[in-house]
């Protein structure tokens, strides 16, 4: 590696808390990034302001919130990775208007997720969690009663996105009829069968698992309403998000009898940390599987996630593609020539902007030989290279960053 790369990689400091698997700090190291501080477990508030002032990457999990007022005390904060499958525990508007992107790992838990899931439909359909229950009191529930197997039986998925598709595989090779409801068209895989309404796809399953993402359509989507359209007998598993099924209405089904089994693995309110007693309208109950957000916690899982957002932010910060970035415009770059110099500048998305980063090459003389534009929501990114080496203190960058609208500019020599 070129040493005067190297020394400029070794002023950036990059965070990971939550205990992130070691393969990121491996691969930051690895890349030339020497400055990597790594915490055990999540910070408190003001612990973690004074920690991200300081940090130019940083990576978490799901306890660490990012609030506009965190992200407002982390000023030289380039970007964030959520290691992990969800980002709403990021401010994502506050982020990208400040020229941030946010990147996640949307692909590497999908097998630990399904497998679990697959565990729990066997489980839940041969009454494991009540005969566990009466097991562990001194009873002995020696019987076929409410026992069943899987084969022959009906999966309905909501949401076949990347785990609902791949449960719906696993489910298959077991022998069970699969189905499936998304708000968008998908191929099927092996031999499910899509619905044409999700009430349809309650109607119909035995097992009914849910897969979908965190937003304003998903909230709420499974009631009392819902549950009462799902045959007497039925089982609802929920390893995708908590706000998705109403619990209190999901408990009473169980009491009345209506649903037989229920197995969740995420909640609408979870505790912050291990101290923290967890609580809800579910515990207790016998016939439920209740497990503490782990759908995605294996160590293969974790490995493949620290390797998939380190990456992310390693290819941003060296050559500036955003490609994967879930609050940005997405940019796929080419390697950066060594001899070039590459602009990054970040920008509201406003009429005219374009046209003034040019003039400023322009009046200099210097040639463009590469230019990428992409706009998303209210942020523009545009990216400039130029053939020759132009270092640190000639200007150019404080040029672009007085371009009316600007967010931030980074640049690559």
């Not at 969800?86 to 992107?101: H, K, Y």
């Not at 809800?280 to 599987?289: A, D, E, H, Q």
Request: glycine fraction near 10%.
């Amino acid at each position: 590696m070129n040493s005067k790369l190297s020394l400029e990689k070794d002023k950036i400091k990059v965070v990971l808390l939550e205990g992130i698997h070691e393969n990121a700090v491996k691969m930051f190291k690895e890349a030339g990034y020497s400055n990597v501080d790594h915490y055990p477990a999540a910070l408190d508030a003001d612990e973690l302001k004074s920690v991200v002032s300081e940090a130019h990457f940083l990576g978490i999990r799901s306890r660490t919130k990012l609030t506009e007022d965190v992200i407002d005390a982390a000023s030289k904060l380039t970007s964030i990775g959520c290691f992990c499958i969800g980002t709403n525990q990021v401010d994502l508007q506050a982020a990208a208007m400040r020229g941030i992107p946010v990147f996640n790992a949307p692909y590497s838990n999908t097998r630990s997720v399904a497998e679990l899931v697959l565990g729990q439909i066997i489980m839940l359909l041969r009454g494991i969690p009540k005969r566990n229950a009466a097991a562990h009191e001194g009873d002995w529930l020696k019987n076929a009663h409410g026992s069943y197997e899987a084969r022959g039986k009906t999966l309905g998925i909501i949401g076949y996105g990347h785990i609902g598709s791949q449960l719906s595989v696993l489910a298959e090779s077991l022998g069970m009829n699969v189905i499936y409801f998304d708000v968008v068209n998908k191929l099927a895989m092996g031999n499910a069968n899509s619905c044409s309404s999700m009430d349809e796809l309650l109607e119909k399953s035995d097992v009914v698992s849910l897969h979908v993402p965190a937003n304003d359509q998903t909230k709420n989507m499974i009631t009392a309403t819902e549950i009462a359209k799902m045959k007497k007998g039925a089982h609802l598993i929920n390893a995708a998000r908590g706000n998705v099924i109403v619990i209190e209405d999901l408990a009473a089904a169980l009491e009345s009898g209506h649903l037989a089994g229920a197995a969740i693995d995420v909640f609408p309110v979870e505790p912050a940390g291990k101290d923290e007693q967890f609580e809800s309208p579910l515990r207790g109950m016998s016939n439920v599987i209740l497990t503490p957000h782990i759908g995605g916690s294996t160590q293969e899982a974790q490995e493949n996630i620290g390797i998939e957002v380190a990456d992310k932010l390693i290819t941003y910060s060296d050559n500036g593609s955003t490609l994967g970035a879930v609050n940005f415009p997405e940019v796929s770059l080419p390697v950066k020539d060594r001899t070039h110099t590459r602009f990054m500048h970040i920008h509201r998305n406003v009429p005219g902007v374009l046209l003034k980063i040019n003039d400023v090459f322009a009046r200099r003389g210097i040639n463009i030989s590469g230019q990428y534009l992409r706009s998303e929501g209210g942020v523009g990114y545009v990216v400039v290279e130029v053939d020759e080496e132009i270092k640190p203190g000639e200007g150019v960058r404080k040029e672009l960053s007085g371009i009316e609208g600007t967010l931030r500019v980074r640049f690559l020599f």
